[in-house]
């Protein structure tokens, strides 16, 4: 029977009972903080932390899943974890299921199929090892913070230049192996040298933040931005086109334009140029991307600044 036909023949009181159980189970799990951290993999991914949140996670390439490898040997739905709660409350039984993965999952270096799963045990599906653990509070942002030491640029808290850099590459590599497409945007604070002689290196961080604050506002949640220079920001848009690209590359200028950082009773105002580059399974001799988006940006410097400066797409 399903879930919508025994809840339409249950009272109104046994309906908040079993949502109150389910809240409860939830809020168990939350508490216990059972976690995927990844011991080993795409640079893009090692280091994180996954909180299992729900009682069932599928891990794999694609998308969807809860937890989102960018390991190119693992499947797109590689693998699932099951927690089975008993009526008390409590956990019962936690498993690990293959679902038909093309290079097998393995648990502590055996290759299974439907297994049980201890806390410490580590699960390796394609080229990647996650730890399977359960950790107090302290310890979770004891090693979040490891993560964010190693990938956050801490003036601007964007990613710091190696992350962001490795997220490009791997953009390629997805792009190919399943045609898919991406675009970048550079930026870069036009002149910025004049606000630190004028007013200061305190003043110049101050702006970059500023600048990083205005990026950060036109971005949607899976586009990600990361500070690769002193002044310049790179941007990652998945499965978005040239066009798409330059119109937000546009926004974020005529925004950073019009914004203005007051700074000891100083009103600093400057511009951004951008370079804007569209890869696709498609392009030929595109592979040098950063390269490329680079060179679109000394192109919008060259005709004035404070300009957007698109790559023609190559096919």
Known sequence: MGKDNLEGKMSEDEITALDSKRFKKKDLLQKLNINITVLKGEKVDFGKIF???????????????DIVL?????SKHHCEINIDMNGDLDVDVITLSDLFSTNGTYLNGKVVENTILQFGDKIRLGSSIL????????????QSTLFDIATIDSLTCLFNRRYILNDMENQVKLAKRYKKHFSLIL??????????????????????????????????EQD?????????????????????AEILANRIRKNIEKAVLTYKKNRIKATVSAGVMEFSHESVGMENVFEIVDAALYKAKELGKNKVFVTPVKD
């Open 51 to 65: 909180i299992l949140k729900n009682r069932k996670i599928t891990i794999g390439r694609s998308e969807d899943n």
């Open 70 to 74: 960018h390991d190119p040997r693992a």
């Open 131 to 142: 730890l399977f653990n359960s950790s107090d509070e302290v310890e979770e942002i004891y």
């Open 187 to 220: 930026f870069d604070i036009d002149d910025f040298k004049t606000i630190n002689d004028s007013f200061g290196h305190q003043s110049g961080d101050e702006y970059l933040k500023l600048v990083t604050a205005k990026i950060y506002e036109g971005l949607r």
């Open 224 to 244: 990600k931005a990361g500070r690769v220079g002193g002044e310049e920001f790179l941007v990652i848009l998945s499965e978005t086109d040239a066009r798409g």
